[in-house]
């Protein structure tokens, strides 16, 4: 590894110098006592663990990250509900075929576009921490191009669904309703393909309260324009108020970002100038995102992949129609829940690439450190919350005696997932700040499909514990990935972190005079974007 330049030496050996004593005779002295010595080692040993102030100080910056991407999270939780909500009202046939088409489009499409799009995530985080905005505005650009062309064959393969279906058998009456489904939810390909990567732009900048306000506003037309539509058109009308509402979020963005601009840095002090350096050829840069995109891409998809496969497996079990019921009630619960584990890891993914880019990684370990603890937390209160409120819960979705059943047995075994899965999400969120997408997808592999699925099929099918055995395999599978995404974690080299960052993105290209010339710039780039 070649060594860092000046300014991020400069940096790391002041800092080291803060934690060690002065000894003018020199450290290996014999004259020193040994006494002397132990008293040094004892001190860097305190210097090597993080100040309560410093934890506190990293906790208020999440803070002003965080509550604003809950909401968005939140927002989204919502509005898939109102969609099943209303395909309910439709019939039982129209239920289960737009059922059956969100469940194809979430495997073979959004999961394949958020996981692309979190490739860009390290490399904006890390260059707004070394103010390399011009690195972040290509990045952006280049991610769009990425994800429009990859929702090409996603495009072809859902225009195609009723034939695939049918050839695996599935009913051709559900199978026609969830083409129509997949026709109709074209558009929102496009749509996704914009709102992903400016998503992560933003909250890589430390500010994704724009976005949380224009989302809340396309959610509250969503609901009335999807009764409308859904009452006229059926399935198809459902699918075309989503995208509807998508486009509304973008041109929302759009007004906000043309008429308010975005505001001077909220979260973090004007970094002082770096020197420039030359930029990047096109075809290193490409190759970077790409790099960072692929292994962030398998590895959302391995695991949103494992929970419909777990969906998809209830079927094969005794009384389908109860443990696809409580499947769906479980795949519920765990979205819901799903929602602060996946905050605090876009959170912690920005502030750690902000500030290994920036050269201050004492700064990114507390903020790992930080989001661990409220991980953990977090983990704690969704155990409580599924053990306490299992029978309540199961009531809010359906009334079925042996449905209600089953869930209230299942539910505190999700909630002991849900204590391993909030730290492995948070610490997959500190790998991808710190670019190790690899790494997780990795874990998640033989987590998910070495570990999980053969404990799950012994179990559910071969020692005949149905849905429960499911359960359970997901529960090995998470106490696997969450050990080893915490351990890569709690070992990470941050000062070699630190100076790979730089290598990465190197330092801001264009010098700009302040706070308000960084923020014009900005808007500028948006505005390029979406027009």
Not at 82 to 109: C, D, Y
Not at 274 to 286: D, F, G, Q
Not at 299 to 322: D, N, Q
Request: aromatic content about 8%; glycine content about 8%; hydrophobic content about 50%.
């Amino acid at each position: 590894m070649q060594p860092p330049p000046p300014s991020l030496s400069f940096s790391l050996a002041r800092a080291r110098a803060h934690t060690r004593p002065e000894n003018k005779r020199g450290c290996c002295s014999p004259a020193m006592s040994k006494e002397r010595k132990k008293r040094m080692v004892a001190e860097n040993q305190i210097q090597e663990y993080l100040t309560m102030a410093e934890v506190l100080e990293e906790l208020k910056r999440m803070k002003a990250i965080g509550l604003p991407i809950i909401a968005i999270n939140l927002v989204g939780y919502l509005k898939g509900m109102v969609s099943v909500v209303f395909m309910g009202r439709l019939g039982r046939l129209e239920l289960a075929g737009g059922a059956l088409a969100v469940g194809f489009t979430n495997i073979t499409g959004y999961s394949v576009l958020a996981g692309l799009a979190m490739g860009m995530e390290p490399i904006c985080s890390q260059a707004f921490g070394s103010r390399n905005l011009p690195l972040a505005a290509r990045t952006l650009r280049r991610t769009i191009l990425m994800l429009l062309a990859a929702s090409v064959p996603i495009a072809m393969l859902w225009i195609n669904l009723q034939a695939v279906m049918l050839a695996l058998h599935q009913d051709p009456d559900v199978a026609r309703v969830a083409a129509r489904y997949c026709r109709f939810a074209l558009p929102d390909l496009a749509a996704n393909s914009l709102l992903h990567p400016v998503r992560i732009y933003l909250r890589s900048k430390g500010m994704p309260r724009p976005l949380m306000w224009c989302l809340s506003l396309a959610f509250a037309l969503h609901v009335p324009l999807t009764a409308v539509l859904s009452s006229a058109l059926g399935v198809a009308g459902v699918a075309i108020a989503t995208f509807i509402t998508n486009f509304d979020t973008i041109i929302f963005l759009l007004a906000y970002v043309t008429y308010a601009g975005i505001p001077d840095d909220p979260i973090y002090a004007p970094l002082p100038p770096l020197p420039t350096s030359a930029p990047s050829k096109p075809t290193a840069e490409w190759a970077s995102l790409l790099r960072l995109a692929l292994p962030s891409c398998l590895g959302v998809c391995l695991e949103w992949w494992w929970y419909e496969l777990m969906t998809m497996a209830s079927g094969y079990l005794s009384k389908p129609h109860v443990t696809l019921a409580t499947s769906a009630i479980v795949i519920q619960t765990t979205s819901l829940m799903y929602t602060l584990p996946v905050t605090l890891s876009a959170s912690v993914s920005a502030r750690v690439g902000n500030e290994l880019g920036a050269g201050r990684p004492r700064r990114a370990r507390a903020a790992a450190a930080a989001a661990m603890g409220l991980a953990v937390f977090g983990s704690c209160l969704a155990l409580l919350w599924t053990i306490l409120g299992r029978e309540a819960w199961g009531r809010v979705f359906t009334e079925d005696v042996e449905v209600l059943e089953l869930t209230k047995t299942v539910l505190p075994v999700i909630g002991l997932c849900e204590l391993a899965n909030c730290p492995q999400t948070t610490g997959c969120g500190v790998l991808r700040g710190s670019a190790r997408p690899a790494v997780g997808a990795v874990i998640n592999l033989y987590s998910f499909y070495l570990v999980g699925a053969p404990v799950a099929i012994v179990l559910a099918f071969g020692l005949d514990w149905g849905f429960v055995g499911l359960c359970l395999g997901l529960l090995a599978a998470q106490v696997v990935c969450a050990i080893s995404v915490t351990s890569v974690a709690f070992h990470t080299d941050w000062d070699s972190e630190a100076s790979k960052a730089l290598h990465l993105v190197g330092t801001g290209e264009v010098l700009l005079e302040g706070p308000k010339d960084m923020a014009q710039e900005e808007s500028g780039i948006l505005t390029q974007v979406f027009c």
